[in-house]
């Protein structure tokens, strides 16, 4: 060990890279080690807010029953994205492995998708129709239930698409 | 000699950041080799391809998940070296093989053969000793404590734990056996193993044969996980997938056996530190260091 005491500079070989954005040292106890660090990787990864759209107290969070859109990305190396448009109808919150899943009937079929919340593939989260609005009220946290008795809960998605791709279309006109 | 706490020696605690946490002087113990090491700690030895580093143990904190540089995920386990420090040397001429023998975690409360030992050693008392085997050119002096930094985000290492104790387990558990009909007439059988062997011939069970008995808190190596990510200042170590044993065990980690030489660690980070990790380095490290994911092209590209 070289008690000498020269500034060395680390430079990282390319295997390694090192995060430009590094947190302060945490207070960390013998018990809370991961609630801390996975606290900090949470930080990391709510770019762009999606921590407060899924949190249990904001006012404006999504709840079951809204309609969203999500995009994603296909792979980091291309710009194409792929779209995921359905109702929530289960969000589960385990801190940095947050997910949901949205749900839709695609050309007579069922469809549902799970997305982790902080994958670094999931470029956008669009609410296009909030819970509680135009009686799709639901009573609860977990809607499996739509599977086999779905209502009316899926009949407002085919004009809430066309709607945002008319939306586009104007937004790419201007 | 007269009361314990005389015999403790007073030091810096825990949980301390890297910039707290010192490096103790060569030993008061009698070892030829050890004031050996000591005397050349200036010049570290070089790392060649046959060398042999020690290992550490850890603690199992628990897992979480990581998305590497091109958004795959994957499971990971997070371990953290709690007051790690090299305690005895096993030299080839007095022990008959090298060795290191590591402890983990400061503890209070030990016996009074155990304080005076520990007082010699100039060392707080560990609650986890192990011993790892490493050549000759890898050995440390006593007291030297180890870090995360020690292992090098993208190498593989083996990791060793007690498995969770599953107790008297049944044969179905204990060796997938398939049990038998649920109905059908089958009385009282339904999850036992069935025949144990033939007839007249030759009229004995074999030995070894798979039967109910207690299952699990056994040794149990996971071999070749990766290391995805070291947090230098929290002293932690986040490796893929899954490990034996329960939170906050002690785990035992070391260079994979199963890579040979060079391949256990990726190629543009060799040499990698030895014998460990050096204080200037150390310092100089930023708190994250995050593996690449060493395969150079996006997995989910397909070829056109």
């Known amino acids: ?174 | 000699m007269n009361s314990l706490t005389k015999l403790l020696p007073s030091f810096a605690s825990a949980i301390t950041t890297k910039s707290a946490r010192p490096i103790l002087a060569a030993c008061i113990h009698n070892s030829a080799v050890v004031r050996q090491a000591a005397a050349t700690s200036d010049q570290s030895p070089a790392w060649t391809p046959h060398s042999q580093r020690v290992g550490i143990i850890a603690r199992k904190k628990g897992m979480s998940t990581f998305w590497d540089e091109w958004g795959a995920r994957m499971p990971t386990t997070i371990l953290q070296l709690e007051d790690v420090q090299v305690l005895d040397v096993r030299t080839e001429e007095k022990h008959g093989y090298t060795a290191l023998q590591v402890g983990c975690t400061n503890k209070k409360n030990v016996t009074k053969p155990m304080a005076i030992h520990y007082s010699k050693l100039n060392v707080q008392p560990k609650q986890s000793v192990a011993e790892f085997r490493v050549t000759t050119d890898a050995v440390l002096p006593i007291g030297t404590s180890l870090s995360a930094a020690h292992f090098v985000p993208g190498q593989f290492v083996d990791v060793t734990a007690p498995s969770i104790g599953k107790g008297f387990a049944g044969v179905m558990k204990r060796w997938n056996f398939s049990g038998l009909p649920a109905s059908h007439g089958v009385s009282l059988a339904h999850r036992s193993a069935g025949s144990t062997g033939q007839r007249k011939w030759p009229s004995k069970v074999f030995k070894g044969k798979k039967m109910a008995g207690r299952m699990g808190g056994k040794s149990v190596t996971v071999q070749s996980l990766k290391v995805l990510k070291i947090d230098t200042e929290l002293n932690l170590i986040y490796v893929k997938g899954c490990i034996p044993g329960f939170d906050d065990q002690f785990v035992q980690v070391k260079d994979a056996v199963k890579k040979h030489g060079a391949k256990r660690f990726p190629s543009d980070a060799l040499p990698p530190p030895f014998p460990t990790i050096n204080e200037a380095s150390l310092e100089s490290m930023p708190r994250e260091l995050i593996a690449n994911s060493g395969e150079g092209k996006d997995p989910f590209t397909t070829k056109e």
């Open chain 1, 1 to 174: 060990m070289s008690t000498a005491t020269e500034t060395v500079k680390y430079t990282p070989p390319s295997s390694i890279h090192v995060p430009v954005e590094q947190f302060p040292v945490p207070r960390v106890t013998k018990k809370n080690v991961i609630e801390v660090v996975s606290q900090e990787q949470v930080k990391r990864a709510n770019v762009d807010g999606r921590t407060e759209l899924f949190s249990r107290k904001n006012p404006d969070r999504i709840q079951p029953g809204a309609v969203l859109l999500v995009e994603t990305l296909n792979s980091k190396a291309k710009e194409s994205t792929s779209t995921f448009m359905g109702v929530v109808i289960a969000i589960r919150r385990k801190g940095l492995e947050t997910s949901f899943i949205l749900r839709n009937i695609v050309m007579k079929v069922g469809v549902e998708q799970r997305f982790a919340l902080y994958s670094p593939m999931l470029k956008s989260i669009k609410v296009l129709q909030p819970a509680g609005a135009k009686d799709t009220k639901f009573r609860r946290a977990k809607l499996f239930y739509l599977r086999d008795q779905p209502g009316k809960a899926f009949q407002s998605l085919q004009s809430l698409w066309k709607l945002e791709q008319a939306e586009k279309v104007a937004a790419k006109k201007n």
